[in-house]
């Protein structure tokens, strides 16, 4: 955290720090009392082997390895595909060493040194290193580092270096898992100090922003959606508006516990076309009937909303307002932002050709915070023939506590972005779903709930299957990146022109008919299903006990393995690609006879 001060300045760059121990960049040496010799400026030594500059072996936005790019100032690595960009030309730097970012002193760091695996570590103040350790040889950009867990001293460098974030902590186990004691005791000492350092941290700069900060950052304040550029506002003519069937001399006609059915479908109420006229209760966007709240400034999260009076379950807090611009807009303003180190981001897909941006104008909606566990969610409704954004209670929530939504983030940029919100289900990173409860239980087929099945030692210690779950072959796969689910598949197969960037989830997860989250499962191929479509689609096979769909016939005598496929009572491996892509009008014109032959010059 920056405090106003006296500067001091490289002598070989225009680089400047104020001169304390919170600024400078680690591996600076100072010269005077304003000035110094800049981390840049480090000149690796020729045959030393923790000189030389490594990448890591895996995208830094969704962990896989593959064909990556690498920066040549730190060892992030990327996925093209998941910075969405064309492959650079020469060197290439990754945004924060472009921004100058560089490590300082009571910074957590992963650190490779020797032999040995990426080993967190903190940066140490020279008066807490050991003299036998500071008269060693270092150059310019060297720093000491302590590793946890051994509590030995190195001197190393940023391109050796990268740091550890928030969501570390929450993969202990994980990264833990097969390792000896000495590594998992280090693990667990670096989440310690790293939570320890970002309470001091959060402290400091809740002090210094109420100190300075007694407003919110500026906004102009709308009441309703603005267009921008081509984009336009539908409104529906009168006939079009359904009208529902609730009636003037109701209790509560259109209410929340009455039985509208444009309530039930998300559609408001317009006042021309309802039947209970002034009574309607179902215009809370069009007459604006917010839940009264306020801005505050949270612990860590900047500014929030909050209550002001108890919010029961159900209730409409504020619709989501703002700019409605298009998809080019948006790409322009998040280059924009990304160019000018601008982090906070106010946009909320609207439909697939609109966004909402209530960055620059808005609401108090735009001040919700996200959380893994949240007390609010967003919810599309159609007003007047256009669809709007509303935020609804989830549950009952006292006087004075934060309204909160899940953002259901895209990761954008070179990285993840720490999730704050401090859920005991945080997944560590917006854009990445929460962790399910210890507790999850397992729907099997009927209505009947079990725990879920206790792994075998088998399927606990492989992560990751080696053959496509589609046609059962191995090759070029694309792994699932839903946490626990361990399919991999072919491009080919899921008839993707291209590896799927950020966190892709395998067909397996989504209801083959409407595509919402699914509830059961076929287990011999991606075929799933909702609870509402699962009826009569996935039957118990009689020698497994496995859920299999209809195309497996799991109760005939001859069930079908994985990756096979029956044509008439021919059965053939579908892993045979030229099978899959033949026109289906072409396949019904064979008898069973030219079928085989067909089969027979593909393999």
Request: proline share 6%.
């Amino acid at each position: 955290m920056c405090v106003v001060g006296r500067l001091a300045r490289c002598v070989r760059c225009p680089v400047a720090y104020h001169a304390n121990d919170n600024c400078m960049a680690a591996g600076s040496l100072v010269l005077a009392n304003n000035s110094f010799l800049c981390p840049n400026h480090f000149t690796p030594r020729k045959g030393c082997k923790n000189h030389e500059h490594i990448n890591v072996s895996w995208c830094f936005v969704c962990s896989e390895g593959g064909s990556l790019l690498c920066c040549e100032a730190c060892p992030a690595a990327f996925h093209r595909e998941c910075l969405n960009m064309e492959m650079p030309q020469g060197s290439w730097f990754c945004n924060d060493c472009k921004a100058g970012k560089k490590p300082h002193i009571k910074d957590i760091l992963w650190v490779k040194w020797g032999r040995y695996r990426w080993w967190p570590a903190e940066v140490c103040l020279a008066k807490d290193v050991p003299n036998n350790i500071l008269r060693m040889k270092h150059e310019v950009g060297e720093f000491p580092v302590q590793f946890f867990g051994s509590k030995d001293f190195v001197w190393t460098y940023q391109a050796r270096v990268f740091p550890y974030m928030e969501g570390d902590t929450h993969n202990i186990e994980k990264m833990g898992k097969g390792a000896d004691a000495v590594y998992k005791k280090a693990l667990t000492e670096a989440a310690e100090r790293f939570r320890e350092l970002q309470a001091e941290k959060e402290m400091k700069q809740l002090q210094e922003d109420r100190k300075n900060d007694k407003k919110p950052p500026p906004y102009r304040h709308i009441r309703v959606n603005r267009p921008i550029g081509k984009v336009q506002i539908i409104t529906a003519d009168l006939s079009e508006i359904p009208r529902c069937n609730c009636k003037a001399s109701d209790e509560n006609p259109c209410g929340i516990d009455s039985e509208c059915i444009n309530r039930m479908l998300m559609y408001e109420c317009h006042p021309q076309v309802c039947a209970a006229g002034e009574r309607c209760q179902n215009q809370a966007f069009t007459k604006r009937q917010y839940t009264p709240v306020e801005i505050f400034r949270t612990l860590s999260r900047g500014w929030g909303l909050r209550g002001v009076s108890d919010i029961k379950k159900g209730a409409f807090v504020s619709e989501y307002v703002g700019e409605v611009i298009d998809e080019e807009e948006c790409r322009a303003r998040i280059r924009h932002a990304q160019e000018n180190d601008i982090c906070n981001f106010y946009m909320l897909t609207l439909d697939k050709d609109r966004i909402i941006d209530a960055g620059p104008k808005g609401n108090q909606a735009r001040f919700m915070n996200h959380s893994c566990q949240p007390n609010c969610e967003t919810q599309k409704w159609t007003v007047n023939g256009d669809t709007r954004v509303g935020l609804f209670a989830l549950q009952d929530i006292p006087k004075g506590v934060e309204l909160t939504f899940n953002y259901n983030l895209e990761c954008l940029g070179n990285g993840k972005t720490a999730c704050k919100c401090g859920a005991s289900n945080c997944s560590g990173f917006l854009g990445v779903r929460p962790k399910p409860p210890a507790e999850k239980m397992k729907l099997k087929e009927g209505k009947r709930k079990v725990p879920m099945k206790k792994k075998t030692k088998q399927e606990v210690t492989k992560e990751r299957e080696d053959e496509c779950f589609s046609c059962g072959d191995g090759g070029q796969i694309v792994s699932c990146k839903k946490p626990g689910c361990p399919k991999v598949y072919h491009a080919d197969c899921l008839n993707l022109a291209k590896r799927p960037a950020g966190r892709w989830e395998c067909p397996w997860h989504q209801c083959d008919i409407c595509g919402k989250e699914a509830a059961s499962f076929c287990e011999m191929c991606p075929s799933s299903y909702c609870k509402e479509h699962r009826e009569g689609m996935l039957f118990i096979s009689k020698l497994d006990g496995k859920l299999s769909c209809s195309e497996h016939d799991p109760c005939g005598p001859d069930p079908l393995e994985p990756g096979e496929i029956r044509f008439d009572s021919l059965t053939v491996r579908s892993d045979i690609r030229n099978i899959i892509f033949f026109p289906f009008q072409s396949l019904i014109k064979l008898n069973k006879t030219q079928l085989y032959n067909h089969v027979s010059s593909c393999i």
